[in-house]
């Protein structure tokens, strides 16, 4: 192993880090089925006050659901929206799980993901489809999604609350994440972090398992 950290918790994202995601093309979708006075809309929805109240389970998804039409201002069914939500989700590499099956014979694996019912719903149908797996749970040790803690990174109480539950000390914890700010979050409370550039970075990182 290339690195050999001194800790006993490996955590990772999903989003970049685990599974592929194209923003990119769920904008482009979006934009392709709403007239042209609406595209300003698809620029910011990521970041829209409803859309970080789902990913802290603050809404239902029947109310997230409903918040997006009329963001949109159109009357897609329940399927369209979740069609256009889940379209940024790309693939699950085989080679990352593979990873983490080889970091679990020395560390405790973890993903800790700002994340919502819809896209976990479709990513658990992505991983039954593609590996047999119902959920992350045959393989990660422990699974923090966002909107069951109901806290969002990168809030210092995510990270704590995190630490809490595994009953362990900062320093004990190394954390892979796509986002500089979410990086710089865990690594305020004392987490070993680093940020996921590219597609390589957690090979590169740990080399030869």
């Not at 590499?93 to 679990?104: F, G, I, M, N, T």
């Not at 658990?124 to 923090?144: C, K, S």
């Amino acid at each position: 192993m290339k690195n050999r950290p001194d800790v006993d918790f490996v955590i990772f994202d999903l989003g970049n880090v685990l599974i592929d995601i194209d923003y990119t093309h769920a904008m482009d979708l979006m934009k392709s089925a709403l007239p042209a006075n609406l595209h300003d809309r698809v620029d910011h929805c990521y970041t829209a006050n409803f859309h970080k109240a789902y990913e802290k389970g603050q809404i239902s998804s029947a109310e997230f659901r409903q918040e997006f039409r009329h963001y949109f201002q159109t009357n897609w069914s329940d399927a369209e929206v979740d069609y256009y939500w889940n379209s940024l989700l790309g693939s699950i590499p085989a080679h990352r799980l593979d990873l983490v099956r080889q970091l679990k014979d020395q560390y405790q694996v973890g993903i800790l993901s700002n994340t919502n019912e819809i896209h976990v719903d479709a990513v658990h149908a992505l991983l039954q489809a593609e590996y047999g797996m119902p959920n992350f749970y045959p393989l990660f040790d422990r699974v923090f999604y966002s909107q069951e803690m109901g806290l969002a990174k990168p809030s210092a109480a995510i990270y704590q609350q995190l630490l809490l539950d595994l009953d362990t000390l900062p320093s004990r914890v190394l954390f892979f994440d796509d986002l500089l700010a979410n990086v710089e979050g865990a690594a305020a409370v004392g987490i070993q972090a680093v940020q996921v550039t590219g597609p390589n970075t957690i090979f590169d990182f740990f080399g030869d398992v």
